[in-house]
């Protein structure tokens, strides 16, 4: 029914081990964490703190763990300062690439930020020399298991959506960035289960890579930036082969 088919940026690797997903946590107790100190711990008044308690949920973190950081960031027990920095660079090939952090040490995440790209073909560019080529869509990933296409569209729709796609096992919900929320809670009331919800910086314009050393790089950038605990989203506009996209 969609028109589009590249929505996603960036296709998140399945959270296998112990180790990553304890980064996972990591990562959303830090956005919760600076959330509630932005807007309070009620999630009843607070639907971005209602939307990464589903993410949390929908990433299996325990609830005893959710309530915990929200507890301690209610009563401002951790003292750290976490500020938003964001990064752009281009990869291998000019493959544009946006970083998103969450830090308590921007220099600290700079100098990392700045090796990777470095290390692996790419570098680290100034502020809007690609952003100009995303904009931002709320991005909702509903769970596809066995749901009828024209049930979902009708649903979308009704929900105040304004696109879906299909796919195998998920549904990608899309919708303006103020609707996200809204959008969201519309699902849950009719029962989806909601695996992610969030503004995502989104593309129309993608780079292929044909060469192999330039896919081994741009794959291992990637890698590099997920797995540092400051940085919580990367978007990309590589144009994945369907077997890197399904890893």
């Known amino acids: 029914m969609s028109g589009h088919s590249k929505w996603s940026t960036i296709k998140r690797k399945k959270e296998a081990t112990d180790g990553a997903r304890a980064k996972v946590f990591t990562k959303i107790g830090r956005e919760i964490m600076v959330c509630v100190k932005e807007s309070g711990g009620d999630p009843s008044s607070n639907s971005k703190l209602r939307d990464l308690i589903a993410k949390a949920k929908a990433n299996n973190v325990p609830n005893d763990n959710i309530e915990r950081v929200i507890k301690k960031a209610v009563g401002d027990g951790d003292k750290n300062n976490y500020e938003t920095n964001v990064y752009e660079g281009y990869g291998p090939s000019g493959v544009a690439v946006i970083v998103e952090c969450l830090t308590d040490n921007k220099n600290r995440t700079a100098a990392d930020v700045r090796h990777y790209f470095d290390k692996f073909g790419g570098n680290l560019g100034t502020t809007g020399c ?16 066995g749901l009828d296409e024209d049930k979902v569209m009708e649903d979308c729709f009704e929900a105040g959506a304004s696109d879906f796609n299909v796919e195998s096992d998920t549904v990608e919900v899309t919708t303006e960035p103020g609707d996200l929320h809204n959008v969201r809670e519309e699902l849950d009331k009719m029962k989806y289960k909601i695996l ?17 050393d330039a896919i081994k790089k741009m794959n291992l950038l990637l890698e590099h930036l997920e797995d540092n605990d400051d940085v919580q989203n990367v978007y990309h506009n590589w144009d994945m082969p369907e077997e890197e996209e399904e890893d």
């Not at 503004?199 to 314009?205: D, K, M, N, R």
């Open 196 to 212: 992610s919800a969030e503004v995502e910086q989104i593309t129309a314009t993608y780079t292929a890579l044909t060469d192999e």
């Open 130 to 145: 690609v952003s100009f080529m995303f904009s931002q869509k709320g991005v909702i990933i509903i769970e596809n298991n």
